[in-house]
């Protein structure tokens, strides 16, 4: 069920930077399916009302880290990324996230990889990391759209029993804890977890 728009006034709205990185897609060589993927997965997950930031881009370090910082000083409380964390030479979106970071966040790419790998041994081979600049999160995430959904919402059973959790579920309260807005989501996709202490009353 779709929330009206009083039902929205309820909620903080946030900024979402989406950076999609590929050389080919950036230049039209095919068509881009990482910020449409990100989009998607976000406004049905989140009750929030979403401004999007949307980039695509090609392989380059210092262009990908200009952009993470533009979308940072943009006021971007969140910033996911999509392609470029293979170990291929022009693979270097990590490089490039690590260098903007003021911390890393490890325990996120630890579980994209343990997520991945219930699927396909080569998910060893993926280099995602997650950092905080300032206040605001940056995630790196798979390339293709059935991964990133699979890295954020985590693993079902067949009864929609929760298996293995995605790293969405920690987004919230990381974003909390460094001074970003309120993020609610929908329990259905992705049940975000917060001491009880650190819940809103709800409304």
């Known amino acids: 069920m779709s929330e009206t728009p009083a039902d929205l006034n309820a909620f903080d709205p946030i900024k979402i930077g989406i950076v999609s990185i590929s050389d080919r897609a950036s230049t039209g060589v095919y068509e881009d399916k990482g910020l449409p993927a990100l989009q998607d997965w976000l406004t049905k997950a989140l009750h929030n009302p979403i401004s999007f930031e949307p980039r ?41 996230t690590l260098a903007v970071a ?3 966040m490890p325990g996120f ?10 699927f396909v041994p080569t998910a060893i081979l993926s280099r995602q990391v997650a950092v905080i600049r300032g206040q605001s999160l940056i995630i790196n995430l798979p390339g ?36 970003g807005p309120y993020m609610e989501t929908k329990d259905d996709i992705c049940k975000a977890f917060r001491p ?3 819940i809103r009353p709800a409304r």
Do not use: N, W
Request: aromatic letters at 2%; glycine letters at 10%; proline letters at 5%.
């Open 56 to 96: 695509l881009i090609p392989d380059e370090k210092d262009s990908i880290s200009a952009t993470l910082i533009e979308l940072v000083d943009a006021g971007c409380s969140l910033v996911l990324t999509t392609g470029g964390t293979g170990p291929a030479l022009r693979d270097v979106t990590p490089e490039a």
């Open 102 to 104: 003021d911390k890393e």
């Open 109 to 118: 790419g630890e579980q994209m990889r343990q997520i991945s790998l219930k």
């Open 144 to 179: 293709q759209p059935k991964s990133i959904a699979e890295t954020l919402e985590g693993l079902k059973d067949v009864d929609g029993k929760q298996v293995v959790h995605g790293i969405f579920a920690a987004v919230p309260y990381c974003v909390d804890l460094i001074g």
């Open 196 to 198: 009880k202490t650190a």
